[in-house]
Every structure is written in C-alpha cells, then in structure tokens.
C-alpha cells in the first residue's frame, strides 16, 4: 500500500518560501511519476509541479515556473517542493500524488493512483 505524507506547511509572507516534503513509503518509486497539486478555496484543485523518479525529469505549471522547483531524495523516499517569491495566490491545500508508469498526462488529476492528505500553506500580503 502506497502511503504519502505532506508536511511543510505554515504561513509566510508575500515573497518568501517555504519547502514541502512528502515522504513516500510502501513501494519502490523507481517507476512512479510524483505530482504535486493544490487546491484554493472554492477552486478546482490545480496541477504544480511532477517528477519522474526515475531520471529525475521534471514539469511544472506555467503559474509556478521559475518560483517553484521539484526534486526528489532517492535515499529518503521523499520528493520536495521547494517554493520561492510565494504570492497570496499561491494560498491552498497542497496534495503529493503518485502514479505508477510515465503518463503523458502528468498534469491530470485522474492521472493518480494515490494522494497525501494534503498540507496548508497560507501567504500573506
């Protein structure tokens, strides 16, 4: 059984960062893409950034380019978002996601087999 947990939430200040960990157990993630998601209040939730495990490929939405990077830690299981020059948009629940296999449609929420719980991350003007 797959189990991801998020952690790295809090509040911040417009322009600053923070770095969300989530921390992947219960598989071998060689062959897992992981996806980081997000949801606002009253809005869908979002794709942000993805990684492929394996090899190290990563996307990222157009919104976060530039201020957000994804990278993984093969030796602790874990994949991060690191996330500078934050804005008050950027308030929501952030969600890990994995899949098992490459998929064209990373950035699709159906896409995903299993999902953290999600971490609140709060910017402030």
């Known amino acids: 059984q797959v189990q991801l947990v998020e952690s790295g939430g809090g509040l911040v200040q417009a322009g600053g960062s923070l770095r969300l960990s989530c921390a992947a ?14 949801q ?3 809005k869908e939730r979002e794709f942000v950034a993805a990684i492929r495990w394996s090899g190290g490929s990563t996307y990222q939405a ?4 530039g201020r ?19 804005k008050p948009e950027d308030t929501a629940v952030y969600y890990c996601a994995a899949r098992f296999g490459w998929s ?3 950035y699709s929420l159906s896409a995903y087999n299993y999902w953290g719980q999600g971490t609140q991350v709060t910017v402030s003007s």
């Not at 060689?30 to 998601?37: N, P, R």
């Not at 157009?62 to 380019?65: A, G, Q």
């Open 25 to 38: 157990s219960g598989r071998t993630f060689s062959s897992y893409v992981m996806g980081w998601f997000r």
């Open 40 to 42: 606002a209040p009253g």
């Open 62 to 65: 157009d919104s976060v380019k």
């Open 68 to 86: 957000f990077t994804i990278s993984r830690d093969n030796a602790k299981n874990t994949v991060y978002l690191q996330m500078n020059s934050l």
């Open 104 to 106: 064209a449609s990373y």
